[in-house]
C-alpha cells in the first residue's frame, strides 16, 4: 500500500464508501513504511512486551479518561450500550462492553451462516488451493495458519473480519454446532490493519492465535479463528466446549485492533453475493455481528436435511 493511501471500506447497510479512521495511523505507517524504522518495528510489534504494558495500562482506572475521547473521535453509537459510559470503571471495560440484545438482530434460518463480529468483511469464496491475500496485502497460507489441520480447508472458502477499535469486540459463534476441538499458537502481535497487511510481516502466520472447530449439521467443521494484533492484551475465550448456539458469545478481545478468521470445508457454504462484489474489487464491507454472510450451499443443506428423516 502506498504511503498515505486511504483505507476505504464499504458500509454495507448504506452501500455508501467511507474512510476508516486510524488510531495512532502516523505511528503504523511509521512502523511499517518507513525504511528507517526497521528496529522500531521489531522492538514494538515483534515484541509482545510493547502490547502487554498497553494492557496492563487500559485495565487500570488511569485509563477511565480515554472513554468520552474515543466515542467521540470514532463517532460509537452510546444509544447501543447495555450500561452508560460512566459506569466503565477502566477503558478495557468500555473496550469489552456488552449491547442491548435488540442491537443486533439475526436470522434464525439453520442455512444462514452469520457475521462472529463487527468488523470490516473480506471473503474468498474458494482458495487457491491453500492461499488467500488480502486487501493490497501479500499471499498468506492456510498451511502456516493451522499448523497440522489445514489439508481438510485446501480449495475451501474463508472470510475475514477486521475489527477496529470503534466496534464492538465481543464474537460469537457464526452457526449452531458442537466444539470438536480448540487450540493457542503463541506468537507476534503485529497490526493487522491493511497498512501493516501491505507491507509484508505474516500476519496470519505469525501473530498469536488461537482456533476452534465446530461441528456442524451441515456446513461441515468451521474452524473460526481468533488473531492476535497489536495492542491486544488478550483473547479471551468464555466458551471453549460442549454444544453452542448461533449467536452465543464465545469470547472477547481486550484493547487493540484484531481479526477473526472463518474457514469452510470446500463445496459446504456459498457467501452473499455483495460481500463476493466488494471482495473482487478489494474492498472490505463493515457489517454488524449477525448480519448473514453465507448460506450453507443447497447441496449440502438438502444431504443434512435427508438426514434427519
Same mark, same amino acid.
Request: hydrophobic content about 40%.
Given at each position: ?7 476505504? %471500506? ?10 476508516? %479512521?486510524? *488510531? ?15 528496529? @522500531?518495528?521489531?522492538?514494538? =510489534? ?27 473521535? *470514532? ?11 460512566? #459506569? ?18 439475526? /436470522? ?14 473480506? @471473503? ?10 488480502? &486487501?493490497?496485502? =501479500? ?14 480447508? &485446501? ?76 495492542? &491486544? ?6 466458551? #471453549?466446549?460442549?454444544? @453452542? ?14 481479526? %477473526? @478468521? ?9 457467501? #452473499? ?7 473482487? *474489487?478489494?474492498?472490505?464491507?463493515? %457489517? ?19 438426514? /434427519?428423516?
Amino acid at each position: 500500500m502506498r504511503q498515505n493511501t486511504p483505507i476505504l %471500506v464499504i458500509d454495507r447497510d448504506t452501500g455508501t464508501e467511507f474512510e476508516e %479512521v486510524i *488510531l495512532g495511523e502516523g505511528y503504523i505507517r511509521w512502523a511499517y513504511q518507513d525504511s528507517t524504522s526497521s528496529l @522500531v518495528e521489531r522492538l514494538l =510489534f515483534r515484541s509482545k512486551l510493547f502490547s502487554k504494558i498497553m494492557g496492563f495500562w487500559y485495565d487500570s482506572p488511569l485509563s477511565r479518561g480515554k472513554i468520552a475521547p474515543a466515542i467521540k473521535a *470514532l463517532a460509537i453509537d452510546e444509544s447501543e450500550f447495555l450500561k452508560p459510559r460512566n #459506569s466503565y470503571r477502566t477503558f478495557n471495560d468500555f473496550f469489552i462492553r456488552h449491547l442491548k440484545p435488540e442491537a443486533r438482530p439475526y /436470522s434464525k434460518d439453520d442455512r444462514d451462516i452469520v457475521s462472529p463480529a463487527d468488523g470490516r468483511v473480506l @471473503v474468498f469464496p474458494r482458495l487457491d488451493e491453500d492461499t488467500f491475500v488480502p &486487501v493490497k496485502g =501479500f499471499p498468506f497460507s492456510i498451511h502456516k495458519m493451522l499448523p497440522g489441520l489445514s489439508d481438510r480447508y &485446501v480449495n475451501g472458502a474463508l472470510a475475514i473480519i477486521r475489527l477496529c477499535p470503534a466496534d464492538y469486540h465481543r464474537y460469537h459463534f457464526p452457526c449452531a454446532g458442537k466444539i470438536s476441538d480448540s487450540k493457542d499458537i503463541d506468537g507476534a502481535l503485529h497490526s493487522v490493519n491493511p497498512i501493516a497487511l501491505g507491507s509484508g510481516p505474516d500476519v496470519f502466520g505469525e501473530n498469536k492465535r488461537s482456533y476452534t472447530l465446530i461441528e456442524t449439521e451441515a456446513a461441515g467443521t468451521v474452524c473460526f479463528v481468533e488473531v492476535g494484533a497489536f495492542g &491486544v492484551g488478550s483473547i479471551v475465550d468464555t466458551v #471453549s466446549s460442549d454444544l @453452542v448456539n448461533k449467536m452465543d458469545e464465545k469470547g472477547y478481545f481486550k484493547f487493540g485492533g484484531s481479526t %477473526v @478468521v472463518l474457514v469452510f470445508e470446500q463445496g459446504k457454504i456459498d457467501f #452473499s453475493q455483495d460481500l463476493i462484489d466488494n471482495s473482487a *474489487l478489494g474492498k472490505e464491507t463493515l %457489517v454488524k455481528v449477525g448480519q448473514t454472510i453465507a448460506k450453507v450451499s443447497k447441496h449440502e443443506a438438502e444431504r443434512a436435511a435427508a438426514r /434427519s428423516r
